[in-house]
């Protein structure tokens, strides 16, 4: 079993930054595909990114390609979600989750992933 707490959120001006951060509980951490997420108001949780058991394969969102910034280290049970050049439509909950273990990078589906945190609040003006 794995507890998750994000933070990091914040009120951000656009072209800004923030970096999220995602702080597990237990032993099995290092062996989960770990997920960002973010749900907007009225709209569906979307996938972000994610980063296989290893560190070794990511896997980004169109939408955030060349801006976000997944890693993990394995070590403190953490996983980093680097945001640069926020833009507004990047408000919304974020949340980190723990998915298939001993996988790759490559789980978009928010059903894949067993595991969640509580959220964090994003907010982008302009």
């Known amino acids: 079993q794995v507890q998750l707490v994000e933070s990091g959120g914040g009120l951000v001006q656009a072209g800004g930054s923030l970096r999220l951060s995602c702080a597990a509980s237990?032993?099995?951490?290092?062996?989960?595909?770990m997920g960002w997420f973010r749900q907007a108001p009225g709209k569906e949780r979307e996938f972000v990114t994610a980063i296989g058991w290893s560190g070794g394969s990511t896997d980004y969102a169109d939408s955030v390609k060349g801006r976000f910034t997944i890693s993990r280290d394995n070590a403190k049970n953490t996983v980093y979600l680097q945001m640069n050049s926020l833009k507004p439509e990047d408000t919304a909950v974020y949340y980190c989750?723990?998915?298939?273990?001993?996988?790759?990078?490559?789980?978009?589906?928010?059903?894949?992933?067993?595991?969640w945190g509580q959220g964090t609040q994003v907010t982008v003006s302009s």
């Open positions: 989750a723990a998915g298939p273990r001993y996988s790759g990078a490559y789980y978009r589906a928010v059903r894949e992933y067993g595991y």
């Open positions: 237990g032993r099995t951490f290092s062996s989960y595909t």
